[in-house]
């Protein structure tokens, strides 16, 4: 009997692993363009160019016409080589002050957008922590995190939120580090862990 309701809590616990990031208008940094898990946001650096990519997550619209966020990067050699984007993305910011639009909306696709493609460069071994905040101007005073454009009505901006949790200041990757749990994430080593 024991067995059985261990058996079955698992099999609750790992359907509910499929839905890593619970929360609205979340932003984050991934080490996948496909794959937006907690697995995804550290990247043990390979000493060559690599690619990151800035995804909203369960946005409130159904498409993005443009995005606000500001960069922050704990260990000045990590060099951002490039930043480009989909849909006719311009950034009227920087390559770590993003304030871009999109010809073209991004549509949402199974709760996420591409936002941007960053190319870095880091040849170091230690951690680095990659922090988003609000771009410089913000366009929402008082907010201090990223910003969606709705791509149905680009005048209406929606603030969005860390992937990771507010005490963690911002936080979305790192790089030769333990990357950001998901927010409410359940995972099924986490059960297992329960019952050894």
């Known amino acids: 009997m024991k067995k059985l309701l261990v058996l ?3 099999a609750l616990m790992a359907g509910g692993a499929m839905a890593q ?3 609205d208008n979340m932003m984050g940094l991934f080490f996948s363009g496909e794959e937006f898990t907690d697995d995804t946001t550290n990247l043990v650096t390979p000493g ?5 990519y800035i995804v909203t997550l369960n946005p409130e619209m159904m498409s993005v016409s443009g995005y606000e966020v500001g960069i922050a990067i704990s260990d000045a050699s990590v ?3 490039s930043t480009v984007g989909p849909n006719g993305w311009t950034n009227f910011g920087d390559n770590t002050n993003h304030l ?3 010809g073209t909306p991004v549509p949402v696709v199974d709760n996420a ?5 960053v190319q870095m ?3 170091g071994t230690d951690m680095v922590e990659i922090v988003f905040g609000a771009a410089t101007p913000p366009s929402i005073p008082g907010h201090d995190g990223p910003v969606l454009a709705d791509g149905a009505n680009p005048d209406l901006l929606v603030p969005c939120f860390a992937t990771s949790d507010a005490s963690m200041g911002g936080l979305v990757a790192t790089l030769n580090g333990e990357g950001v749990i998901a927010i409410q994430n359940q995972s099924l080593t986490g059960v297992k862990a329960l019952f050894n």
Request: aromatic share 20%.
């Open 100 to 102: 871009a639009g999109f």
């Open 113 to 117: 957008a591409v936002l941007c493609v």
């Open 21 to 23: 990031w619970e929360g």
């Open 121 to 123: 460069l880091y040849s």
């Open 79 to 81: 060099f951002v080589l």
């Open 48 to 52: 060559a160019p690599f690619n990151s």
């Open 8 to 10: 079955a809590l698992v």
